[in-house]
């Protein structure tokens, strides 16, 4: 049962919580958290954007703080940004005879085959440093090893995956370009991660794991993304 439960997460991890991802924009005077799924944004509970942190173009850290009052989050910072992270709360998910469904605490009764809690990190690149070629920290995270912005369709984007710092192996990923590609990251926690299309390029690693911290959930997936603008 077990094993049967473990097969049916995993599936539910790769086709549905991983589709979203959390991207920065810039704003005439601030900065937005926009909730990406494939080619569309969509809305989100202001209170899922945990926390941001901002990077000047010079590489060093910017204040930024998150303003709430709106009916959407607003990025405030005292600088211009070169990148941009968020941690984001994506919620708890099962999956029901009804399919896939975002839930509250409080779940609906009826036949449940998996429970999940979903967490997302996130880097945005407005400008390249090379500061920025290193970790800053995030409990997951991808570290560019080029500078992307410099990057056309066709070529390959080499990146290393950390997890609580270390480097994460066999790490699959999604991007804007693949839902599912089949490239993971090697032993080192290194990948390379092909560039098909123009415009906004998002890749993301994902991590899964059976939830013991939490009783309401049975698995728990983390995943990290990095974005950017190819031209």
Do not use: R
């Amino acid at each position: 049962m077990k094993v049967v439960l473990f097969l049916l997460m995993s599936t539910f991890v790769a086709t549905v919580c991983f589709a979203h991802q959390i991207v920065a924009s810039k704003k005439e005077n601030s900065y937005e958290a926009n909730y990406w799924n494939h080619d569309s944004f969509e809305p989100y509970a202001k209170e899922q954007l945990k926390g941001v942190k901002a990077f000047g173009a010079n590489g060093k850290v910017v204040s930024a703080g998150i303003d709430y009052s709106g009916s959407a989050p607003k990025i405030l910072t005292d600088a211009d940004v070169g990148m941009m992270s968020f941690s984001f709360d994506a919620g708890q998910w099962i999956k029901g005879t009804k399919g896939f469904e975002l839930v509250s605490k409080n779940q609906p009764k009826g036949i449940i085959f998996g429970t999940l809690k979903s967490h997302k990190f996130s880097k945005t690149l407005f400008s390249w440093n090379e500061a920025f070629a290193k970790p800053v920290g995030l409990y997951m995270e991808i570290v560019p090893l080029v500078n992307p912005l410099v990057l056309k369709v066709g070529d390959t984007f080499p990146v290393l995956v950390l997890k609580e710092g270390m480097p994460l192996a066999n790490a699959g990923f999604e991007s804007s370009d693949e839902e599912e590609p089949s490239y993971k990251t090697d032993a080192y926690g290194i990948a390379q991660i092909p560039v098909k299309k123009k415009g906004l390029f998002i890749v993301a690693a994902k991590y899964y794991a059976q939830q013991y911290a939490d009783p309401s959930v049975d698995a728990v997936t983390i995943q990290s993304s990095l974005s950017f603008t190819v031209k």
